[in-house]
């Protein structure tokens, strides 16, 4: 019998399925570590997770506070440093990439600055820390969005995404050709981009979420798949292993 979950537990589980066996994967704190450790421990062993502090291979045991917290040494294969671990990302070493969202366009240009004006903001918030330089180089990023927004307008580009759409981020220069945000994964559903327009697109709602809230959510015409499917529902194992990597995740259920 499948065991109750939030959509919290979900939202990491179904990143967490964003990462294949023996990629290259950088990770940030909260959601993409926990996404990270999943993998690593039931479906992709050969993953290697690395993250922006050089620290690389980690075998994650418990939750982290920040990129460069102590228990990240637990079980790593080697360190590095920061300036070899953003050429490594220039050099197309790293295959993923997972950003978490404040604010994020319909071309999934993201804002991890500030929100209102730069100099008399509504909140500050962390920064871009290396997400400009992952997202540029790293050869596809999913993006997480637990409590952010989307947005007509960005109050401040932080990291490029699509830019205008189209090709115009192809256009600029960025290597490897074709990268760029290849998913966004929210509490509610799983959206993907366009191949031409790069217009992002519902592909995934979660089980017993509504339709028409995540509609309201979007401030534009939000594009949906014609064969729009619900989210696999985690598995036991998931589930737990949520729940004992990162039990914040876990309050009420779904």
């Not at 990129?67 to 993923?96: E, K, P």
């Not at 330089?133 to 409590?147: E, I, N, P, Q």
């Not at 509609?215 to 985690?234: C, G, N, Q, S, Y």
Request: net charge negative.
């Amino acid at each position: 019998m499948s065991k109750p979950y939030t959509l919290d537990e979900l939202l990491a589980i179904a990143v967490a399925r964003e990462i294949h066996d023996h990629e290259n994967v950088v990770l940030g704190v909260g959601v993409p570590m926990t996404a990270g450790a999943l993998a690593k421990a039931l479906h992709a062993p050969h993953a290697t997770l690395m993250m922006e502090c050089g620290i690389t291979d980690i075998r994650r045991l418990l939750s982290l506070n920040n990129i460069a917290d102590a228990h990240s040494c637990r079980g790593f294969s080697y360190a590095t440093d920061l300036y070899s671990m953003f050429t490594a990302t220039y050099r197309g070493f790293v295959d993923v990439c997972f950003l978490g969202v404040a604010q994020v366009d319909r071309f999934g240009n993201l804002n991890t600055t500030v929100i209102g004006d730069y100099d008399r903001p509504t909140m500050r918030l962390p920064g871009s820390g290396g997400a400009p330089d992952f997202m540029s180089y790293a050869k596809r990023t999913v993006l997480t969005m637990r409590g952010g927004a989307f947005v007509d307008k960005l109050d401040y580009l932080t990291s490029p995404g699509y830019l205008d759409g189209g090709d115009s981020r192809d256009r600029c220069g960025w290597f490897p050709v074709g990268s760029g945000p290849t998913a966004l994964i929210s509490n509610k559903g799983v959206f993907r981009f366009d191949r031409q327009t790069k217009e992002i697109y519902l592909d995934q709602i979660h089980p017993g979420v509504d339709l028409e809230s995540i509609r309201k959510d979007v401030p534009w015409e939000l594009k949906v798949a014609p064969d729009l499917e619900t989210t696999a529902r985690p598995s036991n194992e998931e589930i737990d292993f949520i729940r004992d990597f990162a039990p914040e995740l876990s309050a009420g259920s779904a």
